[in-house]
């Protein structure tokens, strides 16, 4: 047997492991996986050694088609520097407030609202 028919026959019985593994899984509560293996005439460590496999087909499966990770450049030095710049700084007595064009009305306002009862 070539290797592509090898190939064939054990996606074809992996196939039918897992529709075998379904099926013991939605078995009703009261049987066994011992029991659901004996009428379906295969033993216990057979049903295991099947459901391993079947999970790793599985994993393989999913690492063929997760794209290998791919990595952004970040801003360095005086990039980052500038993001970290206030916008505005509010100075009263000995405090002082940094502000950012981002900050929303309403902290801006509470803001406002402590330093004038300060």
Not at 84 to 112: H, Q, T, V, Y
Request: aromatic share 6%.
């Amino acid at each position: 047997m070539n290797s592509t028919t090898s190939m064939i026959a054990e996606e074809y019985r992996i196939q039918q492991w897992a529709t075998d593994i379904q099926a013991c899984q939605m078995r009703p509560k009261d049987i066994s996986v011992a029991a659901w293996c004996h009428e379906h005439g295969i033993t216990k460590a057979n049903y295991y050694y099947r459901l391993r496999r079947v999970r790793e087909a599985c994993l393989d499966g999913v690492e063929q088609t997760n794209p290998a990770p791919v990595f952004a450049q970040l801003p360095t030095g005086s990039a980052v520097g500038n993001l970290m710049e206030p916008d505005a700084i509010i100075r009263f007595g000995d405090c002082s407030i940094e502000i950012r064009n981002s900050i929303s009305a309403d902290l801006l306002e509470k803001l406002l609202q402590l330093i004038h009862h300060a």
